[in-house]
């Protein structure tokens, strides 16, 4: 997976993703799922500017209408992939929406979040052979 992503952060903060969460409908069913960001990752030190090279590991899937979770990081790994296989990862980020990326600061030391605001982000995602263009909102984890 690759991914890029930039936000302005308005006090100057860099910032990494830690998560990609997003809604989407599978057999008249709104779920929730939550993917943690990990590899390799390029950023700047005073906005959301980064680029992704690594892996997608489903985190959390949440059945909208019931609110019924699975902890899909409790899962062997194996358990996880045959659960989510590259191809139904692909699947859902098309039919996905409302995304939100999470994101922490670089610098969590000098950090002053009770200040900071950052914009709603835009960039992309390649998954194998597949590449969209993500318009996603930014919430801070600390």
Avoid at 36 to 63: A, F, M, N
Wanted: proline share 3%.
């Amino acid at each position: 997976m690759r991914m890029c992503l930039d936000a302005i952060s308005k006090t100057d903060t860099g910032y990494t993703p830690d998560w990609i969460s997003f809604t989407y409908e599978d057999n008249n069913n709104t779920y929730d799922i939550c993917f943690d960001i990990q590899g390799d990752i390029d950023y700047k030190s005073t906005r959301l500017s980064c680029r992704v090279k690594g892996d997608l590991i489903p985190w959390v899937l949440r059945e909208v209408d019931t609110g019924k979770e699975i902890n899909l990081y409790d899962m062997e790994e194996a358990e996880a992939e045959a659960m989510f296989p590259i191809e139904k990862i692909i699947d859902i980020f098309k039919r996905g929406h409302d995304f939100v990326v999470g994101i922490y600061p670089t610098d969590d030391e000098n950090w002053c979040g009770d200040y900071d605001d950052v914009t709603d982000g835009e960039g992309y995602i390649d998954i194998g052979d597949f590449s969209m263009c993500l318009n996603f909102k930014t919430e801070i984890n600390v």
